[in-house]
């Protein structure tokens, strides 16, 4: 079955950090970069960064430049969010995505998974 | 504040065709691709347009997509039930070293 799971978020306090991951299965992972998008609770949607399929290269949105970073382990079919300095802001349901290609050039995502709530609060 | 802009919410009977905008700019829709998602209460978002206007395979001919400059709309014609969801505009941003923005989303409600 293709599929994206995600696991490790909880409620933190400003400034602590938390580590998501995300493994896929059913599909060829290095194949494939790799997004994290998170949603908001007023509902939208931002995203997060990516990570080429090869992890040689990687993007973040400005907010969380700094304090996050995406990371992957092809051969455990792994992706990986680390998040250090966490701020209420970061908080929402944290998807991670596949991208279609190996590298972002189109920027649109083919497979999401659950996702998994990170709460940022003191 | 999401950089694409998409009305809040649009509705629509049974049957009907319903269209939702999105606007953007010249360093986004502009030279770029625009992408479409639909979420379902307590679901994950899902592809239903890549590319402005190619349909993934299972998404009902129903909807379709276009692009004009810097500007895309979605429609959905033939509404039903359960269409209604959350629909999402994103395109990439060539601005600030490259990255992905969506729209805030578009409410469909099924009268």
């Known amino acids: 079955q293709v599929q994206l799971v995600e696991s490790g978020g909880g409620v933190v306090q400003p400034g602590r950090s938390l580590r998501l991951s995300c493994a896929g299965s059913g599909f060829t992972f290095n194949n494939y970069a790799m997004h994290w998008v998170r949603q908001t609770p007023g509902g939208g949607l931002e995203w997060v960064g990516v990570?080429?399929?090869?992890?040689?290269?990687?993007k973040y949105v400005e907010s969380v430049k700094g304090r996050f970073t995406i990371s992957r382990d092809n051969s455990k079919n792994m992706l990986v969010l680390q998040m250090n300095g966490l701020r209420v802001e970061d908080t929402g349901l944290y998807y991670c995505?596949?991208?279609?290609?190996?590298?972002?050039?189109?920027?649109?995502?083919?497979?999401w998974g659950r996702g998994t709530r990170v709460t940022v609060s003191s | 504040q999401s950089v694409l802009t998409q009305p809040p919410s649009v509705s629509g009977t049974p049957g009907q065709r319903v269209t939702i905008s999105c606007s953007g700019s010249?360093?986004?829709?502009?030279?770029?691709?625009v992408n479409w998602y639909q979420q379902l209460p307590g679901m994950a978002p899902k592809l239903i347009i890549f590319?402005?206007?190619q349909r993934p395979s299972g998404v009902p001919d129903r909807f379709s997509g276009s692009k004009s400059g810097t500007s895309a709309s979605l429609a959905i014609s033939g509404l039903r039930s359960e269409d209604e969801a959350d629909y999402f505009c994103?395109?990439?941003?060539?601005?600030?070293?490259?990255?992905?923005?969506f729209g805030g989303g578009t409410k469909v409600t099924v009268l």
């Open positions: 010249n360093s986004d829709i502009g030279p770029n691709t």
């Open positions: 590319r402005n206007s």
């Open positions: 995505a596949r991208d279609p290609a190996t590298s972002p050039r189109f920027g649109y995502f083919d497979l």
């Open positions: 994103a395109a990439w941003d060539d601005s600030l070293s490259g990255r992905v923005i």
């Open positions: 990570i080429w399929y090869d992890g040689s290269q990687k």
